[in-house]
């Protein structure tokens, strides 16, 4: 296992396990974040992913992960009609258009199927309410943000760098995400309604995060 987390993390980590005498039969790694900026540190399985810093209490980061797009997909039967060898194939798969022994070119978007877009997903936990995480999540897909109090407690929702449903909806408005994941309510709530009913009056496509539940993120294809 890899765990990636904010400097400092590795001897809380290990102390941890010696006061109480924990054990893993796997090998664990951990791996310092310390970054300023979106910054890649995982690379592989399809995907990648982001850290970028948070703003609270205790050094804390976000993450995006970003799906690796594929080669592109040959349309039917353009194989054979152009007589195309491995090589083309790959060249066009690659987003190349294919030249012809007699000069012509036939354009990538005639021989390959429409390409999707990445699909993104953000997520920011313990943080207060922070205009620089727009960009920084601008388009994802799935954005899960902390809305640990309503708008009644908005000033303890600062005081400790935590954010309320109305702002985490006014970040995913404003950044124009696809959907909207709240989470990390407070105990005080035993219902979330109305933690849902602020977000949602801000930005409609919000749901709330719960045991079991699961997202699905449709592709979309490229324009």
């Given at each position: 296992m890899t765990v990636y987390a904010p400097v400092g993390a590795?001897?809380?980590?290990?102390?941890?396990?010696?006061?109480?005498?924990?054990?893993?039969?796997?090998?664990?790694q951990i791996v310092?974040?310390?970054?300023?900026?979106?910054?890649?540190?995982?690379?592989?399985?399809?995907?990648k992913v982001y850290a970028f810093p948070l703003h609270h209490s205790l050094p804390t980061y976000g993450f995006i992960f970003e799906e690796e797009m594929p080669?592109?997909?040959?349309?039917?039967?353009?194989?054979?009609?152009?007589?195309?060898t491995n090589d083309d194939?790959?060249?066009?798969?690659k987003g190349e258009d294919l030249h012809l022994d007699d000069?012509?070119?036939i354009p990538n978007s005639e021989l390959t199927l429409p390409q999707r877009l990445p699909r993104r997903y953000a997520y920011c936990c313990d943080t207060a309410f922070e205009e620089s995480l727009v960009p920084i999540v601008e388009g994802v897909d799935l954005l899960c943000m902390e809305s640990t109090f309503d708008t009644a407690f908005a000033t303890m929702a600062e005081q400790r760098c935590h954010c309320t449903a109305a702002q985490a909806a006014t970040i995913a408005a404003r950044a124009n995400v696809g959907q909207l994941l709240l989470t990390h309510f407070s105990a005080r709530y035993r219902e979330i309604e109305n933690l849902?009913?602020?977000?949602?009056?801000?930005?409609?496509?919000?749901?709330?995060?719960?045991?079991?539940?699961?997202?699905n993120i449709d592709y979309k294809i490229k324009s």
């Open positions: 590795r001897e809380s980590i290990e102390l941890l396990f010696k006061v109480s005498a924990t054990n893993v039969n796997y090998e664990l310092d974040i310390d970054v300023a900026e979106p910054t890649v540190i995982h690379t592989g399985n399809g995907f080669l592109l997909n040959l349309r039917p039967n353009m194989r054979d009609r152009y007589q195309m194939c790959i060249r066009v798969k000069g012509t070119v849902k009913k602020e977000a949602t009056d801000v930005f409609p496509n919000t749901v709330c995060a719960s045991d079991g539940l699961r997202c």
